[in-house]
């Protein structure tokens, strides 16, 4: 095939790829997402919450991408897979003149390099036949808001924006595009390869021009860091592929530098093709510090549950005099996240606002007290915590104290207005009930009988206010009839003992009225508190695990498994869920969810559990090493 016929028939698609043909790399510090196609659609850089370098998956024109495939028009089929027990993706071309992959990875380095970091490898090979392919590099700096200068050399090419340089070596000659980006058209034969690397450079630094044993070591070191981590996972029981590829998940969102783990690499993917539900979740939340430190701590993974616990720790030596916390944080702990649109980009599929930043860090989540005690709770039954925390750990339950009555925003950051969520009030009632143990275990001081007092109050409130006898279910909040998937978390947290009646009949009426295929929604929008969007969305993929967790605790194993299997088949090719799961199975929000890979953790381990030993329906749960909460 002629070289300029080549580079026209490799022009890029104007399509958008759904979310979920796309796998993830990454090296604890920022991801890449790589479609079925070949293209870097979605990389920030240097970490996880700077501007996009890559972001086409928010704007197919100007979004930039790093895109190596063959001519769409010969391509049969797609495949892609990660190299076993890794985050090393392959993804696979098919024709009829023969297979091509891409080897794509990001060194996990312990420490900067000579300067050099935050480098993704693409390494292209010819599996049988011959095949021609096109590279096309089109970075847009700072989402797409900031020119560059592009310099091309004999080694690759500089592209340098005012605050970030990012230099490309490649194996092939490379041209300059009409667009501030540059193209390579190469052919291979059957066993040949072509390299690649984009790494952030030191501004005014050459393009450094590596050979391919460079290549090749990296490869064997990167697969060898990967196997080696995972090595750690001490879960053996049923569907051990899909938690340890969760676990692949929850590392790769780990940042390195503070063990803040981020609830998702992407912003603003739409909850609904054109609606409104559009954040940035590249932070972190309080709310799932109990659920990843049980995760980690239950795979064995006490290194990375320990960094996190760090993370936490700072986060309450921060706290003011009789102030609170925010539900958010950045991953280095900023707590200023002001939220701003990106008006000039079209967003995914057309659905705008495209946002940064995320309001919702000022508001008032009284859930999180309770999240945030029974983590820390967890832990110090692995390694004690100091008493300067406890000291204001104190604190917190103090201001607790005043203010767990209050309305607030809740578990699902309504923007409608506060209400009196059930759901905060029974995390306010964890709070203190973790406060209590944790007291005792330890022998320290503590205001013992104000605690005892308020938490007992909190009970009897949720168990008069919070239940329906018409529904005969806990509500959403207080005079509602709404039904919340979140008060699963009653039976999971021990307030309510699984196979209580009124347990029991809320499992029921979630089924009935939140249920469909086994996939769990939040609430009803149109009868839940009004979260300031009238628009619609997917199911929330945690809730179906949580619903398979509290069935297991309940004793309903059979329906418990056949949940579990049933929301499997909704995962990606790759193991990967997003936030939502759309009408017709397709991937809605932010991807992939940490919180999604959490619960699917802790689901499988209870329901396995549980088939393990089915008289005991996983009674002994408050003597387990962890949570009383859970097993």
């Not at 790093?66 to 892609?80: C, K, L, M, N």
């Not at 940042?255 to 559009?278: D, F, K, W």
């Not at 983590?375 to 604190?395: F, G, T, V």
């Not at 009935?512 to 769990?520: A, G, I, M, N, T």
């Amino acid at each position: 095939m002629a070289k300029d016929h080549l580079q026209e028939t490799c022009l890029t698609s104007k399509s958008y790829l759904p979310i979920e043909d796309y796998g993830m790399i990454g090296d604890l510090h920022t991801v890449a997402l790589i479609g079925k196609n070949g293209s870097i659609d979605w990389c920030c850089l240097p970490r996880f919450d700077s501007p996009s370098v890559f972001g086409r998956l928010l704007d197919v024109n100007k979004g930039g991408f790093f895109r190596i495939a063959p001519p769409e028009s010969i391509i049969a089929g797609h495949r892609q897979l990660y190299w076993p027990e890794t985050n090393i993706l392959i993804t696979r071309f098919l024709t009829n003149d023969g297979v091509g992959q891409i080897t794509d990875f990001m060194p996990v380095y312990p420490a900067q390099r000579l300067g050099y970091q935050h480098q993704i490898i693409r390494i292209v090979k010819v599996v049988r036949g011959s095949l021609a392919f096109c590279m096309e590099c089109r970075p847009a700096f700072n989402y797409a808001r900031e020119a560059h200068e592009l310099q091309l050399s004999e080694s690759g090419a500089l592209f340098q924006s005012s605050e970030l340089a990012l230099a490309l070596d490649a194996s092939m000659p490379l041209e300059a595009d009409d667009y501030g980006g540059v193209h390579a058209s190469f052919t291979l034969q059957e066993g040949e390869s072509a390299y690649f690397s984009m790494e952030c450079v030191t501004e005014g630094e050459l393009v450094i021009h590596y050979y391919p044993q460079y290549y090749e070591d990296a490869f064997l070191k990167t697969r060898a860091y990967w196997q080696n981590w995972l090595s750690q996972c001490q879960y053996l029981g049923r569907w051990r592929e899909m938690v340890q590829r969760s676990a692949l998940v929850l590392k790769l969102l780990t940042y390195a530098p503070t063990g803040a783990i981020v609830a998702a690499p992407t912003t603003s993917l739409p909850e609904t093709i054109c609606g409104a539900r559009n954040w940035d979740y590249r932070f972190t939340w309080l709310r799932d510090a109990a659920f990843t430190l049980y995760s980690l701590l239950l795979l064995g993974f006490s290194q990375e549950a320990e960094a996190f616990m760090g993370w936490l720790n700072a986060r309450c030596h921060e706290i003011e005099e009789d102030g609170g916390l925010q539900p958010i944080y950045g991953i280095d702990g900023s707590h200023d996240l002001s939220e701003h649109t990106l008006d000039h980009l079209e967003g995914y599929l057309g659905s705008r606002p495209v946002r940064i930043g995320n309001g919702a860090y000022n508001q008032k989540q009284l859930d999180i007290y309770g999240e945030l005690m029974d983590a820390i709770y967890i832990y110090n039954r692995y390694e004690d915590i100091s008493y300067d925390l406890w000291q204001n750990l104190r604190r917190l339950l103090g201001w607790l104290t005043l203010h767990w009555h209050e309305p607030d925003e809740g578990i699902w950051e309504v923007r409608g207005g506060p209400k009196p969520f059930v759901h905060s009030r029974l995390m306010s009632w964890v709070a203190f009930d973790r406060a209590i143990r944790l007291t005792r275990h330890r022998g320290w001081y503590a205001p013992l009988d104000e605690w005892l007092r308020t938490s007992g109050i909190i009970y009897e409130e949720i168990m008069r206010k919070g239940w329906s006898d018409k529904k005969e279910s806990f509500v959403q909040y207080y005079g509602s009839e709404a039904v919340d998937a979140s008060v699963l978390l009653i039976s999971i947290t021990k307030f309510l003992g699984a196979t209580d009646p009124r347990m029991l009949s809320t499992m029921e009426c979630i089924k009935r009225e939140l249920s469909r295929d086994s996939l769990v929604y939040r609430y009803h929008p149109e009868q839940a508190a009004d979260d300031g969007l009238r628009s619609q969305e997917g199911v929330f993929s945690p809730c179906s695990f949580w619903l398979a967790e509290a069935l297991a605790n309940a004793g309903q194993l059979e329906e418990a498994r056949l949940i579990l299997e049933n929301v499997f088949t909704y995962a990606n090719h790759l193991g990967l869920y997003a936030e939502e799961i759309g009408p017709t199975g397709e991937a809605l929000g932010n991807y992939p969810q940490a919180f999604t890979h959490l619960s699917l953790i802790t689901a499988c381990h209870t329901v396995d559990q549980a088939l393990n030993n089915p008289m005991m329906r996983y009674r002994s749960r408050e003597f387990n090493l962890f949570s009383p909460g859970r097993g």
